[in-house]
């Protein structure tokens, strides 16, 4: 292809230029070959001639077409080259606002200057799991690319984050691993992500300082190993550093900081544990007040310190580590203040009594006088002696600032390796992600050593990545099999070499250090006479010998030398570190610990004499030191995968999306893109798959050409289109394409489409020239037609009308002449009439005026004396107002700054302190309780007297308070009477003003009658109208409330869903929690109780939660505040509760102990007591015959009892009980009470003689062994119970006499105890009646009092209207009362019915079964037989079990039941009806213990399983279908009105008759809730995979979607066979939907799981689609319309249209709609905003930013538009957020459906395994 086909008419150029490095230029006219000059025209209009080197022939690189700008991936466009990587970068970062593109495997990275909302969690869910080039260029993407890669090839990585000070380093290193921490799940140790992400916050106070070019710049290099186990969780982390710049401690140029944490430590000064340090501000010290720079905007300091102390705390650094951190940090600053007094050239001096030196000293712990002396002598040693000298001021000087960076770069390292330390696991590591945060290349006007370092560091990096850059394009090629040619890529070896090698710069360097009296000008000279002929890379300044200059990849660098040697050196006096190791301060030790270790070893290796001299030797210089650790990290890197992420600085001055191209382009060719760019170049950087390129340029082709063969399909056409071979290669699964061959192809692809438009144009313009040439010809000659015949009629008429004008004419001006004269006569006249009426009229007006003009004078003045005195008298009035609203704005501030005060803010946080308090105050009251007990029963006497004295007064008080109110309301009805008198009079006068009215009216008709007549027809007309009138306004007004009542019920509706969706959630949420804490008790409790099995004690955890669900439905706001407050513990409270109980525990076993050694001694002394137990026998034994004579007693009662109802039965001859209210039942009922009191009266004498035999016994044995052991037992039994004590008490008698005794008397104890604790109770309540009585008489006196007060005030009808509505107001109160007491009457009504039922039917089984004994009695006598027919067993929908069998029921019911078995061939819900049944045979036989068992085993049972199988669809389906039918079976029975209306009579029969289980019903509604949101969990799962590839990625529409080029990111295209498409979605759906019908679930909780799934569809797929470039089309808007038509016919085929799904996908639809509309004039603004209602602003604009035209015709949105929409949505009240919650899930409603299934007719399958059950 030749050049003059590439650089034809129009073709687009890039010309270089100053100011924007390069600019754009068209051609005017055709280059041929051997052409001087280009003519081209610029895009400002003007034309230059662009000048070609005849030599070169090197013509301006050409631009890439319209459709490949912008693209996401550099290596994507089709001229790889300088200008095109610039203007790419250039569009994408100023026009789309993206900050982030590729380069093939680097990620580049431009710093906004500006907080972007692309960080949420959100944003990392949708980028987890997703493929690199699946979704938009990000630092999620590079870190999710790395994570996968290391659990799929299972080969540790690394990111390396580079880049100059300010472009973004450290953010992106922190947003990098915030990722890793999110998505990754802790492994054993708690909260280890956490600790991960703490240590930015420390290094970036430590490490971080403000420079000219970024506020928070790392000044050290750090590369972070984050460890994960096998399963890919973060076990740990470990971080190593690299050259700290510690001369920043000491100086920093103008408008910089030193590091941040001198300033937040001079912040927070204020706070007591800091002072001690004696700090101040910022500006106090002479090493933080350099710059003159101590504040950054935005920035608090002393809130970043609450920060770092927060991360330190969190690391586990302790508390008084911290301190001793701050106080060497403050020793610091203080040491930066020491002045140095200059006494002669080569001597100084510093004061002992400098405060800032003792400060020091007292901070360091070291004597004040001896570092004084060593800041201004130094110690020389020589082979023989040892001298000490004294040094020069700036000497001193230095050797101040060398300690202090000494002591800071001690302090970092320590703080590191403590930071290593608290990452550490101690679980093996299996592999890595490595995140390298370093310093790009630099280059400034004075280059010293730090910069020499962080270039070579650089260089390093450079070298590396170029190899792995060529690596990979080689891997590629050998992939796809393709000819592989050698690649020339830059190698910058040399000047590595020319570093690091033998007699390198910095191996003459550390030879220099090691020389006596070497300097920077002799090490100078030896490199000049060393390496500057014998290296390119080297060179020398021309002007100067006190530099070298050298030559990196990205540029040349001139360095100075001075201060190469003191900083490789990095000396410091070692009589001052001497010093500082004989302190006191302990921490202080630890950091010289290493030089000490050091010290000892070369001692050890070395001789004695030349000990000092061999140490100073084998001192690493730093420039060792760097190299090693390079090396080192090198090592680490190689052994990775490595990930590339470049940061670019836009421009220096900070602002916002601003992009200064010399900047960018500086950056770009010194990190190493541009390299990138060229080796990519060199090979084949374009790659098509063959099914791509064959959708793409198909149209290149004709019919004939397209083969089943699509591989030779392309090949064909290829080998048409281009002639030379060498630019393409055919790989195995690609195409490869040299630099341009793309754009040459699009050419000849527009070129085509372009002509195939003309020729459709060409067509279609000739038919409709033609049509309408057709239609012109046939309206012609009908116009024609019509004209002639119109012009004949209008000659016709022009004749008549001429000669009918001339008699007009004639009639006419003899008419107009009369007229004149008659008119002119008439005129005359009047005119005369006037003037002489004029004249008369004036001269009376000159006569009136005289007389009139004085009256008007008179009336006038009166009037302005009467308005200046209304006017002063409204001034006064003014006055008077606005000095009283003062007056009364004074004393409004006084009341509200008395309510603001301090002691009320200090009662409302006393609340949680009093609560911990009473908590404790409890547990240690516990232990006194039991000895109080007899001291309150004594003292409840005597208060009760008091206080009914008291209450009797106050109730005195009261009444007559109240007599008193009453005899001023007695003054009321005068009032009254006054008032009716009034209105009486008033009506008087109303019916006399009438009557004189009604007169008027008459006089007036009779008057006006003939007029009145005529207006009746208008006034009748005008009331209709009126009346039309009135009906619209008042269908206006009803149909204006209407629309009120709508929004209003809107509004209820919407506030009524978000309540039931967050106490869904928090609901969740306490699940999720109690579950956690649930298996986290059974992890503590496996290993010391393996064997353990549940049994009904394990039910508390259920019984808990039920606790807390009735909590919950005691209302909203409490269901809130508790659900919300339940999760959040703090844990130091929690801490100290577990402390308090293992405390207890242990007081526990001490105590049983106790009891243990008390039981020994009472059998000892039992033993010796036998002899005398035989004294007191008798009197026992005539206790014991009057106890067996009162229960022979209460035998004898119960049979009367019977014979009494036996005799009641045989005397109805109907033999039916009698009747409720009847006489019989009545005497029945009340002898039954008379009875049953009585034996409660025997039982308590039965009672009181045993307590009474036992005190005998031991009144005759108090001096015996045996009476102490009574006394004992007595005393020490209540409060410790135990099952082995009645063993130990029983051997005191053989026959058991005395141990009946003693359970006597602890049943009278129990009795009394009940009976006082019931007369506590009664004796509270009564207080608290009389005390709310008393309230409420207290407030009703208030209030009269105000009432009467007020209503002096008030004039008499206002006072009335008061008092009628006091009254009123109180009435309604009575009435509310009296409402509230009626229902809770009806509600104990209710269930007093009930059990009269209950008893009833009792009755009436225990009189019949008396009625057979008396039959069968009868039937002795012989009878003739009889057949008798079998009746079929009429069940009672019960099924009995055996107490004790409930596991085993829910065993195989519940746990060990398959799903799929009972769906598919049993009625649904049948596990919940036969829970049910048993519950029924637990409510019928009255056994609470059981239906609690039941339920609370049937609740745990069904949580275990969705616990263990939640992930399957089928088993989470088949128990939500079942758990909503048992509730619904529980409500439909319960025999509350509103369920029971929908059941048959039997069923009605069949109502739960003893117990309420209300409470059970919300508990088995949370677990409904809960198993509903595993179902959407478990569902969303499944279709998370096949959301995106079904909706956005599968082309439905084949040959609608053009694809575009990509780059080496691209995803790779999936096989047919394995496409997930919209069909494959809509069967998943159909699948869930068909096993939630199959299992019986309601209707409506179907529609509601279908509006959830298609919520999900539609979150993830605008998600995607907001995240990802390439979809944003017109096309892909068509595809997603017809996909979401699809779901639509889904819906409407499964009648599932009405259940809000559609509207749940309105969002992706506008969305779509938004990537067709016409996106041009602001016309089209205002219908985007009018069409897209449910899209948030930021997803419009996000969407208008990201469409991309696919074809060359389509046009991008220009950034007019865009802010034109800005400007029209601000007003917009809506979230600002991008993403929609994919994890939202709506609040669901549980309908009640009632069952209309027989529970008699059912019966249990054998699989079931249920033999146990029997059916009554």
């Not at 009047?830 to 007006?845: D, G, I, N, S």
């Not at 006038?860 to 008298?873: D, E, P, S, T």
């Not at 506030?1055 to 039931?1060: I, K």
Request: proline fraction near 2%.
């Amino acid at each position: 292809m030749a050049a003059c086909e590439l650089y034809a008419k129009h073709a687009r150029v890039w010309l270089p230029d100053a100011a924007e490095v390069w600019k754009s230029a068209e051609l005017i006219k055709d280059y041929t070959p051997g052409d001087q000059t280009l003519a081209l025209q610029l895009e400002d209009g003007t034309e230059v001639k662009y000048k070609i080197d005849p030599k070169t022939n090197n013509l301006p690189p050409l631009r890439n077409p319209n459709i490949l700008v912008g693209e996401n991936d550099l290596t994507a466009l089709s001229y790889l080259h300088e200008p095109a990587v610039l203007h790419n970068i250039k569009v994408r970062f100023i026009d789309s606002k993206t900050i982030y593109t590729y380069c093939g495997i680097v990620l580049v990275a431009i710093n906004p200057y500006e907080s972007l909302p692309i960080y949420e969690a959100d944003i990392i869910n949708a980028y987890s799991g997703q493929n690199m080039g699946d979704m938009d260029p990000h630092i999620f993407a590079v870190a999710e690319e790395a994570y996968k890669q290391m659990a799929r090839d299972e080969r540790n990585q690394s990111i390396i984050v580079s880049g100059e000070s300010g472009a973004g380093k450290t953010v992106s290193a922190k947003y990098a691993m915030r990722y890793f921490a999110t998505v990754s799940c802790s492994s054993g140790e708690a909260n280890v992500e956490e600790r991960v992400l703490a240590s930015s916050p420390i290094m970036e106070a430590l490490g971080n300082a403000k420079t000219t070019r970024n506020d928070n710049s790392s000044r050290f290099g750090k590369y972070i190993e984050i460890g994960f186990d096998k399963k890919h969780c973060i076990i740990g982390a470990n971080m190593r550093t690299y050259l700290l710049e510690k001369s920043r401690v000491v100086f920093q140029a103008h408008g910089e900081r030193n590091y941040h944490i001198f300033y937040q430590l001079c912040a927070s000064s204020h706070l007591p544990e800091f002072k001690a340090f004696k700090l101040g501000c910022a500006d106090d010290f002479h090493c933080t007040n350099q710059g003159h720079s101590p504040v950054i905007d935005r920035v608090d300091d002393a809130k970043e310190m609450h920060n770092t102390r927060k991360a330190f705390s969190l690391l586990g650094i302790s508390e008084s580590d911290q301190m001793a951190i701050y106080q060497i940090l403050a020793a610091i600053l203080h040491l930066s203040n020491v002045e140095v007094k200059d006494q002669s050239a080569d001597k100084s001096s510093v004061s002992p009594d400098n405060v800032h030196l003792m400060v020091f000293c007292e901070l360091m712990g070291v004597p004040g006088e001896e570092m004084a002396h060593w800041l201004c002598h130094l110690k020389l040693k020589t082979t023989t002696e040892t001298y000490v000298k004294s040094i020069s001021k700036m000497n001193a000087v230095n050797g101040r600032d060398a300690l202090a960076k000494h002591i800071y770069a001690r302090l970092f390292s320590w703080i590191v390796g403590s930071i290593n330390n608290a990452l550490k696991s101690a679980v093996k590591q299996h592999s890595f992600i490595g995140v390298l945060d370093i310093y790009g290349f630099e280059t400034f006007d004075v280059n010293s050593f730090e910069q020499f370092c962080i270039n070579y560091a650089n260089e390093k990096l450079q070298q590396q990545f170029n190899l792995h850059v060529f690596k990979l394009e080689q891997e590629e090629y050998m992939k796809e099999q393709i000819p592989w040619t050698l690649i020339d890529f830059y190698d910058n070896q040399p000047c590595i070499n020319l570093i690091e090698a033998k007699l390198g710069v910095l191996d003459l360097l550390d030879e220099e250090c090691k020389m006596p009296k070497g300097s920077d000008d002799t090490w100078a000279q030896k490199m000049y006479n060393t390496l500057l002929k014998q290296n390119a890379h080297f060179d020398k300044p021309r002007l100067s010998n006190k530099a070298f200059i050298i030559h990196h990849f990205a540029d040349k660098v001139e360095y100075q030398c001075v201060g190469f040697l003191e900083k490789n050196k990095d000396t410091v006096n070692e009589e001052q570190i001497n010093v500082l190791k004989k302190s006191k301060f302990d921490f202080l030790l630890k950091l010289f610990e290493d030089d000490e270790k050091a010290a000892s070893s070369t001692n050890k290796q070395t001789n004695t004499g030349r000990s000092g001299q061999t140490q100073r030797e084998n001192k690493k210089t730093v420039g060792l030191q760097f190299r090693q650790s390079l090396h080192l990290l090198m090592d680490t890197l190689n052994a990775t995968t490595p990930h590339y992420v470049r940061c670019i600085k836009p421009n220096d001055h900070k602002a916002s999306f601003t992009l200064d191209p010399v900047r960018a382009v500086q950056q770009l060719r010194a990190c190493g893109i541009l390299e990138t760019i060229r080796i990519s170049a060199a090979g084949f950087p374009s790659r098509w798959t063959y099914q791509e390129f064959f959708s793409r340029y198909r149209v290149l082709m004709k019919q004939k050409d397209v083969l089943p063969d699509r591989k030779q399909t392309c090949r064909n056409l290829l080998e048409k289109l281009i002639k030379d071979q060498d630019k393409y290669q055919f790989g195995k699964n690609k195409i490869f394409f040299r630099a341009g061959q793309v754009a040459y192809l699009e050419k000849l692809r527009s070129d085509m489409l372009r002509m195939a438009c003309v020729r459709i144009q060409k067509t279609i313009r000739c038919w409709l020239a033609r049509k309408k040439y057709l239609r012109m010809k046939e309206s012609a000659i009908t116009i024609q037609r019509h004209v002639r015949g119109h012009q004949a009629r209008c000659y016709v008429k022009f004749l008549r009308s001429t000669r009918a004008a001339v008699v007009i004419q004639r009639n006419v001006r003899m008419w107009v002449t009369r007229r004149r004269y008659q008119k002119q006569r008439s005129a005359a006249i009047t005119v005369q009439c006037f003037l002489r009426a004029y004249m008369a009229r004036k001269q009376y007006y000159k006569f009136m005026y005289e007389q009139k003009a004085v009256i008007i004078q008179k009336w006038v003045k009166g009037w302005l004396a009467r308005q200046h005195y209304k006017r002063a008298l409204a001034d006064i009035v003014l006055l008077q107002s606005c000095v009283r609203r003062m007056m009364a704005k004074k004393e409004l501030k006084k009341l509200k700054m008395e309510a603001r005060s301090v002691e009320h803010f200090k009662k409302l946080n006393i609340g949680m302190e009093n609560k911990i308090l009473q908590l404790q105050h409890k547990i240690n009251e516990q232990h006194k309780e039991n000895r109080e007990l007899s001291e309150k029963l004594n003292v409840v006497g005597k208060t009760q007297a008091v206080e009914r004295e008291r209450h009797s007064r106050d109730i005195e008080n009261l009444r007559r308070s109240e007599q008193e109110a009453k005899v001023k309301a007695e003054t009321v009805p005068s009032l009254l009477e006054q008032l009716s008198f009034l209105q009486k009079e008033l009506e008087n006068t109303r019916r006399e003003k009438e009557t004189v009215e009604d007169q008027a009216k008459v006089y007036v008709e009779e008057t006006q009658q003939v007029v009145a007549e005529l207006n009746m027809k208008n006034s009748s007309l005008n009331n209709e109208k009126d009346e039309l009138n009135k009906l619209i306004v008042e269908q206006a007004q009803q149909l204006k409330e209407t629309k009120t009542n709508m929004e209003n019920t809107k509004q209820m509706e919407k506030d009524l869903t978000e309540e039931r969706s967050r106490y869904q959630s928090l609901l969740s949420e306490h699940l999720h929690l109690e579950e956690r804490h649930r298996d986290l008790k059974e992890e503590m409790n496996s290993p010391s109780k393996p064997s353990h099995k549940r049994t009904d004690s394990s039910y508390s955890s259920n019984s808990s939660e039920f606790s807390q669900s009735l909590g919950s439905t005691d209302g909203e706001d409490n269901s809130q505040t508790e659900d919300e407050t339940q999760p959040t513990v703090d844990l130091p409270v929690l801490l100290k509760f577990q402390r308090r109980v293992k405390e207890l525990e242990q007081e526990k076993q001490s105590l049983w102990q106790q009891l243990d050694n008390r039981e020994e001694a009472q059998q000892e002394k039992a033993k010796e007591a036998e002899k005398q137990r035989t004294v007191g026998r008798a009197e026992l034994d005539l206790e014991t015959l009057k106890r067996q004579e009162l229960e022979s007693e209460n035998k004898k009662l119960k049979q009367d009892l019977n014979e009494l109802r036996k005799s009641l039965t045989n005397e109805n001859s109907a033999s039916m009980p009698p009747a409720p209210g009847s006489l019989p039942y009545n005497i029945l009922v009340d002898q039954l009470s008379s009875s049953n009191e009585e034996l409660d009266m025997r039982k308590e004498e039965v009672l009181l003689l045993r307590s009474h035999m036992v005190r005998q016994e031991a009144l005759k044995h108090k001096d015996s062994a045996l009476g102490e052991g009574v006394k004992i037992d007595l005393s020490e039994i209540p409060s410790f119970q135990d099952v082995n004590r009645s063993t130990a008490i029983h051997t005191l008698n053989e026959d058991g006499e005395l141990w009946l005794a003693y359970e006597g008397l602890k049943e009278t104890n129990r009795l009394l105890e009940c009976q006082m604790q019931e007369q506590e109770c009664l004796h509270n309540e009564k207080n608290k009646k009389l005390l709310q009585e008393v309230n409420k008489l207290k407030e009703e006196k208030e209030q009269q009092q105000k009432l009467l007060a007020q209503s002096l005030n008030l004039p008499e009808g206002a006072r009335i209207e008061a008092i009628l509505k006091h009254e009123i107001t109180r009435l309604t109160n009575e009435n509310l009362e009296l409402l509230e007491q009626q229902e809770k009457q009806d509600k104990t009504i209710r269930k007093l019915k009930k059990q009269l039922k209950v008893y009833m039917k009792k009755v009436e089984d225990f009189e019949a079964s008396a009625q057979q004994k008396n039959n069968s009695s009868m039937m002795n006598t012989p009878v003739r037989a009889v057949n008798i027919t079998r009746k079929e067993k009429e069940y009672q929908g019960m099924l009995e079990y055996r107490e004790g069998d409930e596991s085993r029921l829910l065993k195989n019911l519940v746990i060990d039941l398959k799903a799929r078995g009972v769906a598919v061939s049993l009625i649904p819900g049948l596990p919940a009806y036969i829970i049910f049944m048993c519950l029924r045979y637990a409510d019928h036989v009255n056994d609470d213990q059981r239906v609690s068992s039941l339920l609370n085993s049937t609740i745990s049972s069904i949580k275990g399983v969705i616990k263990r199988r939640g992930d399957d669809f089928e088993v989470v389906s088949f128990w939500l279908s079942n758990t909503c039918r048992l509730l619904n079976c529980l409500k439909q029975y319960s025999g509350d009105e509103v369920f029971i209306t929908h059941n048959t009579a039997k069923q009605n029969e069949h109502c739960l008759t003893n117990f309420e289980l209300s409470e059970y019903q919300q508990v088995l509604g949370d677990l409904s809730i809960q198993i509903y949101r595993q179902l959407i969990k478990c569902m969303e799962d499944i279709l998370q995979s096949m959301i995106v590839a079904s909706m956005l990625e599968h082309e439905a529409i084949q040959g609608v979607l053009g694809s575009k080029p990509t780059g080496l990111r691209k995803r790779s295209s999936s096989s047919p066979e394995e496409a997930v498409t919209v069909e494959v979605l809509l069967q998943r759906l159909g699948l869930f939907h068909a096993t939630m019908s199959q299992h019986g679930m309601d209707s409506d909780l179907i529609k509601q799981v279908v509006k959830q799934q298609f919520y999900i569809i539609c979150a993830v797929t605008l998600n995607n689609l907001l995240l990802r470039k390439d979809m944003c089309s017109w096309s892909k808007g068509l595809q997603i319309r017809y996909n979401v038509w699809q779901l639509e016919e889904w819906l409407t085929e499964r009648e599932l249209a009405d259940c809000g799904a559609k509207e749940t996908l309105e969002p992706l639809v506008q969305a779509a709609q938004l990537l067709q509309i016409k996106k041009k004039n602001e016309a089209d603004a205002q219908a985007i905003c009018n069409m897209c209602t449910a899209l948030t602003t930021a997803q419009i604009v996000k969407v208008l930013t990201l469409y991309t035209p696919v074809i060359e015709f389509e046009e991008r949105v220009t950034t007019s538009f865009i802010e034109t929409i800005k400007n029209l949505l601000k007003d917009r009240d809506e979230s600002s957020t991008l993403m929609m919650d994919t994890k939202k899930i709506f609040s669901v409603t549980l309908p009640f459906s009632p069952s209309s299934v027989a529970l008699e007719t059912i019966q249990i399958p054998a699989s079931f395994n249920l033999g146990f059950l029997t059916r009554i």
